[in-house]
């Protein structure tokens, strides 16, 4: 009886992400074999007849010429939809101009809202799949966007519509997440209270019936929304069955990753404030830590997440680009996984589960991020000697060969 294979992948050594005792779960001497876009079985190739019965079977050989494979790695936390880009504000900041004068100036968060609420469908299209594309090129084939940058019904649905039609220009799986709770809008000028109300009963229930999001976040900070209205927006998302995500802890220690984490929430991000002994409750709860180094190397920010003691609880840490066009315009993964490992001090094996399998945990995706047998077969080949030098080097690599859902791309 023929043993079914749409697509045979071997000659690799496998940095599978499988947590097996063997640095970046490495397998060696083992093919995959694919079919219907999944890992149906990694064989072992020193059983050279079963081998050799799959390779007669196979609809497609791929050779990989003893590259390293990969999990297509996983942006767990983005904003790459948006209109216009702050590189004046940039140049404004360098020159001496503080983020209050700025935004007096209608720049900052409600200057990207300005310009976000004018673009049409096509313009935030069009820019979109272009910062899509760069991370694409690095192997990202699981891409989280938020919206945020509309803070109206209108234009958070646009951007979320989006995020979503990226999917049909780029061999990506988008995962969407309603940040509507980002910043408060001119029309309420000192009533953040009114613009939660609005938020939940308003926006949220459109989401919800659109299905346009597979989360909702909140930038529950000193300058964003306290504990109060934080948790007035996660009660209605577990109303509405839609998990939480939660942007805290990055300037003060408001304890919103224990309110978050008290919420089931998929991942607690930016967390530079977070205590030593609020981590026990991430740990409980299974909540992903999701480290975004750009946006402290952006900020030039001197105090870092507690990445010891997140170790010491055994708390999965993902690491993201936070691509954004104010505090973190970092198109690029590699360059996220390199900060991660010299600002943040893990390792490369730490950083590069953080791009796999800790980031697809973070978007509560248990099918990709890991090689592995039933997991999508999202993968990349690399020229490299070690997986250790995608972490190493800086703008020094680009996969050979990207694989979505087992299909070379």
């Not at 760069?134 to 509309?150: D, F, N, P, Q």
Request: glycine share 8%.
């Amino acid at each position: 009886m023929a043993i079914q294979c749409d697509t045979l992948v071997h000659n690799v050594r496998i940095a599978s992400m499988q947590v097996s005792g063997e640095p970046y779960g490495a397998l060696y001497n083992k093919a995959l074999v694919i079919n219907d876009g999944v890992i149906t079985a990694i064989a072992d190739l020193t059983d050279t007849d079963t081998f050799e019965t799959l390779k007669a079977n196979a609809a497609s050989v791929v050779d990989g010429n003893n590259q390293w494979l990969l999990p297509g790695f996983v942006d767990c936390h983005t904003h790459l939809v948006y209109g216009g880009n702050r590189a004046q504000e940039f140049e404004q900041r360098l020159q001496g101009a503080t983020y209050l004068e700025i935004a007096e100036r209608g720049g900052g968060i409600k200057g990207t809202v300005a310009k976000t609420r004018t673009a049409n469908h096509a313009t935030l299209l069009e820019s979109a799949i272009k910062r899509a594309k760069r991370l694409c090129e690095e192997g990202v084939t699981t891409l989280e966007v938020k919206s945020g940058y509309g803070l109206d019904v209108d234009t958070e649905i646009r951007m979320l519509t989006v995020a979503k039609q990226l999917e049909q220009h780029l061999p990506l799986t988008v995962s969407t997440t309603y940040l509507g709770a980002h910043a408060l809008p001119n029309e309420f000028d000192n009533d953040a209270d009114a613009y939660i109300d609005f938020i939940c009963n308003d926006v949220m229930p459109i989401v919800a019936e659109k299905q346009l999001a597979n989360a909702v976040d909140v930038f529950c900070e000193t300058i964003g929304f306290n504990t109060q209205q934080t948790e007035k927006v996660f009660q209605k998302a577990h109303e509405l069955g839609l998990p939480i995500k939660a942007h805290v802890e990055q300037l003060s220690d408001s304890k919103g990753a224990v309110l978050a984490s008290r919420y089931q929430a998929l991942s607690v991000d930016h967390i530079e404030y977070l205590a030593d002994s609020d981590i026990v409750h991430l740990a409980q709860n299974g909540t992903v830590a999701v480290l975004l180094p750009g946006a402290f190397y952006y900020l030039s920010e001197v105090q870092k997440p507690p990445v010891n003691a997140l170790r010491a609880h055994n708390v999965p840490m993902a690491v993201a680009t936070d691509f954004n066009p104010g505090s973190s315009p970092l198109a690029s993964i590699l360059t996220a996984i390199n900060m991660a490992c010299v600002q943040f001090q893990l390792t490369p094996e730490e950083a590069l589960r953080g791009a796999t399998i800790h980031g697809a945990a973070a978007l509560g995706l248990h099918d990709r991020g890991v090689i592995d047998v039933e997991r999508v077969a999202d993968f990349t080949l690399w020229d490299i000697d070690t997986p250790a030098e995608l972490a190493y080097c800086i703008n020094g690599h680009r996969p050979t060969a990207i694989f979505k859902g087992g299909k070379h791309v």
